[in-house]
């Protein structure tokens, strides 16, 4: 029988040089890929830095032609505003030239009738009609003031 030193010796350690051999090549071969998957990982993160970059540039220069297309929008919207208000005050203030005219006009007209109303009178031998008779007759008559 042998002794437990020698099964050592004869069986167990000669297993355990093998798989301790069989263990360096796998850590070899290990290594090796951990090796390849860095390369191809600091290949990868280049493309990735690349990309991101191109993205940070194209989205500031998308961003710069918004700015201007709104700037743009903005000034035009500005402008269209303008020009309607300009319009409105235009015909406003021709609205009110044409209203006073037409007060006017009609203010010339009842007071020239007046006039001659208040000739024939004159030529008749009465009296002249006054403003404060005017005034009476509207109020009795329930018409305008």
Known sequence: ??????????????????????????????????????????????????????????????EAEQRKRLQGFVSYIRSCRIGANIELQKDLADIKSKRRQAYEDCSDAIGAAFADFNDERKNAGELPVTYDEIKKLIKEEGGER
Do not use: C, G, I
């Open 1 to 62: 029988m042998r002794s437990l030193e020698a099964f050592q010796e004869e069986v167990l350690q000669p297993l355990r040089e093998r798989r301790n051999e069989v263990l360096k090549l796998l850590n070899v071969k290990m290594a090796s890929a951990y090796e390849a998957f860095a390369a191809v990982q600091s290949v990868h993160d280049d493309e990735e830095k690349e990309f991101y970059t191109e993205q940070a540039k194209r989205k500031v220069e998308f």
